[in-house]
């Protein structure tokens, strides 16, 4: 339910692009790593209740996860990973380090146009 | 429809009080670290056994998070070690700007160590960040061995994991608990986690723990 914070965050930098834009805002794409925890209904839902009203009430969030990488320390291989089974593809080494998970952010917005 | 590009990081206000946050401890060379678990893993019970067999050594100052009450930081006030309680009022997670306020009300100039004990969910609070210098999971064996599995980003971010209340494994047949396997699946996500199986309530392992958190603490002074 932390996807209620981030909703905040970013009603209000789509509401001032909009006001930027003098345009409504149609879809918001946004972008995270899996480790972010963000769940995409929870997030829909909690921008929903909090945009009623507002310029962005009706505004459709899409997210995309960005897969988690790691970087093997036995041949130096960067590579995106599944939590489940976690092992370098090149040399099949399960020895390896985790790469910083992918911000979250904010891509683009799709204004409507008059 | 015409589309404009931002590319802006979102939780960037959480973030830059994170960074301010992190400033202020480095500044002033102290150890901070952010415990995170469910509700019940034992985090206050661990905090204040560590707090009371560390004195003289070590001097530790607790930031308690909880959704309500101030029933965790009377434990830790009991230990005589300064606590700052913070009441989220049904967020599930601390913010860095919490700590921020807490960090301020704490003696910071007498601590070597600042303990964050976050809201109990293992879940949200992996992925705010509150300027601490580490994080610790604290999982229970009576959650079940297969947490690691379940809930990989908490124990992929974390600098060491304490499984608490190893003493319930010898009641045989009442915890399913396979300590290799939660090991072994901690590890796969997190080649550099430290691993501590503890029972606070009787202090076995304890000593491990209390090793690896002078060392932290003396690397600093």
Redesign the interface.
């Known amino acids: 339910?932390?996807e209620m914070?981030?909703a905040q965050?970013?009603l209000t930098?789509i509401s001032a692009?909009a006001e930027k834009?003098n345009?409504k805002p149609?879809i918001a794409r946004?972008s995270c790593g899996?480790?972010?925890?963000?769940n995409a209904e929870a997030l829909g839902f909690a921008f929903e209740a909090i945009a009623k009203g507002t310029t962005c009430e009706g505004t459709k969030l899409v997210v995309e996860h960005k897969p988690?990488r790691g970087q093997c320390?036995n041949c130096g291989e960067i590579f995106e990973f599944e939590?489940?089974?976690?092992a370098c593809p090149k040399c099949g080494s399960?020895?390896?380090?985790?790469l910083p998970d992918e911000?979250?952010?904010?891509?683009?917005?799709?204004?409507?146009?008059e | 429809?015409?589309?404009?590009?931002?590319?802006?990081?979102?939780?960037?206000?959480?973030e830059e009080y994170a960074l301010q946050n992190s400033q202020f401890l480095n500044e002033r060379k102290k150890l901070c670290l952010n415990m995170i678990s469910s509700p019940g893993s034992g985090k206050t019970t661990i905090l204040t056994r560590t707090i009371n067999e560390l004195k003289g050594e070590i001097k530790i100052g607790v930031i308690e998070g909880d959704i309500q009450t101030d029933l965790d930081a009377g434990r830790i006030r009991a230990t005589e070690a300064p606590v700052v309680q913070i009441n989220t009022e049904g967020?599930?997670?601390l913010?860095a700007v919490q700590v921020s306020g807490a960090l301020e009300k704490l003696p910071i100039g007498v601590l070597d160590l600042i303990f964050i004990e976050n809201v109990g969910n293992l879940?949200?609070p992996?992925?705010?960040e509150l300027g601490e210098a580490g994080k610790i999971v604290v999982l229970s064996v009576a959650e079940g061995d297969d947490k690691p599995?379940k809930y990989?980003?908490i124990f992929?971010?974390s600098k060491a994991l304490l499984i608490n209340k190893i003493d319930l494994l010898e009641a045989v047949g009442q915890v399913d608990f396979c300590l290799e396997r939660a090991k072994a699946d901690a590890r796969?996500?997190?080649?550099?986690i430290e691993i501590f199986p503890v029972s606070a309530k009787t202090g076995e392992g304890m000593t491990d723990w209390y090793d690896w958190l002078k060392g932290k603490v003396n690397n600093l002074r």
């Open positions: 339910m932390h914070a981030v965050s970013i930098t692009e834009q345009a149609v946004i899996k480790l972010y925890a963000i988690i320390r939590l489940t089974s976690p399960e020895d390896f380090g985790l911000p979250l952010i904010l891509e683009d917005i799709e204004f409507l146009t | 429809m015409h589309k404009v590009s931002i590319g802006r990081k979102i939780l960037s206000a959480n967020a599930c997670h913010s879940v949200c992996s992925a705010f599995v990989p980003a992929a971010k796969k996500l997190n080649k550099d």
